[in-house]
């Protein structure tokens, strides 16, 4: 049953990306079947029922699609029986730098995500009950890096969940490859970038508590060569 799911699961959010171009079906087919970070969200239940969530740094959109075919399919009974419940969000925004990614999320779900062009160290945030950032913010420096959790903090009632996926810069071996990875994989994508603001997995923690998050880390390399942790964080 669950491989069975899996697969379903995987088609239905990859789906969408044909209507955005042979580049973005194959990405997204590539990164969902490959990242343990989709799978996880749900098999561990962290994104709880939200009127709205946030995605900064969303790419082309991927985690939309897969909440929302997630919960497609819970509702239509095609749902692992031992897994929670996949989240109910009535409304998902997508903040992404590169337009090209914003035109691909806005090609693949039309309207049933709302996806904007923007820098998440300037835009505004507006309210929200999840906020979730994977794997983009070693791209913006130190100092911006607490701007945009102090915002977070300031959108998210107390409670709110925040979520992010960072790299371990204590992880050694693992770590420095999936640097190398993630370089070549902007390159390729047409990026430039000259350096990563990384910090250990001690300093996450401490940066996430003294901006008002109260955080449980989770591994979530489970398949891959990395050493990524989830931080699930609650505002208090
Ligand atoms: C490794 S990708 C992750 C994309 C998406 N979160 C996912 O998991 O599929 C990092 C993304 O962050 C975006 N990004 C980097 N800096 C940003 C910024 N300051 N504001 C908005 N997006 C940014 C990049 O353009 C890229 O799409």
Known sequence: MTADFRRILIDRATQPYYAAGS????FARGKLRGD???FGLLEHGLIPDAGRLIDLGCGQGLLASWLLEARALH??????????AAPKIKEIWGLELMPKDVDRARAALGNRAQFDLGNICTAEFGKTEVAIILDVLHYIDHDAQEGVLRRIHASLPAGGTFITRIGDAAGG???HYSNWVDRTVFYLRGHRI??????TLNEWLAVLERNGFRVKPLPMHKGTPFCNVMLVAQAV
């Not at 580049?23 to 194959?26: E, K, M, T, V």
């Not at 000259?194 to 910090?199: D, E, F, K, P, V």
């Open 194 to 199: 000259s350096r990563l603001y990384c910090r």
């Open 23 to 26: 580049f973005a079906w194959h």
């Open 75 to 84: 509702e239509s009974g095609n749902w692992p029986p031992h897994w929670p």
């Open 173 to 175: 071996l693992p770590f």
């Open 36 to 38: 343990p970070a989709f």
